[in-house]
């Protein structure tokens, strides 16, 4: 059974810093993509940043140039560090798995980043 499980939310001020991590277990192979998504209270959920299997990293541009995606392949993990963090950043991350590219994928239950004024 796959399972995928972040760590690492909380409350930190404007402009500090949090490192997110995410850990999938019960898969036996390297899913075609890995990443994580966040959702603000009232908001849809939208991607931050995502790590495709061969190298290819997407950043949102929101978030682009502050946040940093980091993905072991053979561990199958994925971290997101962020960096001077924002009060709109402030949302539940949610660690996002797709298998192929045709579609097929599992998610973390979410963690919970909070940035103060």
């Known amino acids: 059974q796959v399972q995928v499980v972040e760590s690492g939310g909380g409350l930190v001020e404007t402009g500090g810093s949090l490192r997110l991590s995410c850990v999938v277990s019960g898969m036996s192979f390297r899913p075609f993509r890995m990443g994580w998504y966040r959702q603000g209270a009232g908001k849809d959920r939208d991607s931050v940043a995502l790590?495709?299997?061969?190298?290819?990293?997407h950043y949102s541009d929101s978030v682009r140039g502050r946040f940093i995606i980091y993905r072991d392949e053979a561990k199958n993990t994925v971290d997101l560090q962020m960096n001077a963090l924002k009060p709109e950043d402030t949302a539940v991350y949610y660690c996002y798995v797709q298998i192929s590219a045709a579609g097929g994928d599992y998610w973390g239950q979410g963690t919970q980043v909070t940035v103060s004024s």
């Open positions: 790590a495709d299997k061969g190298g290819n990293r």
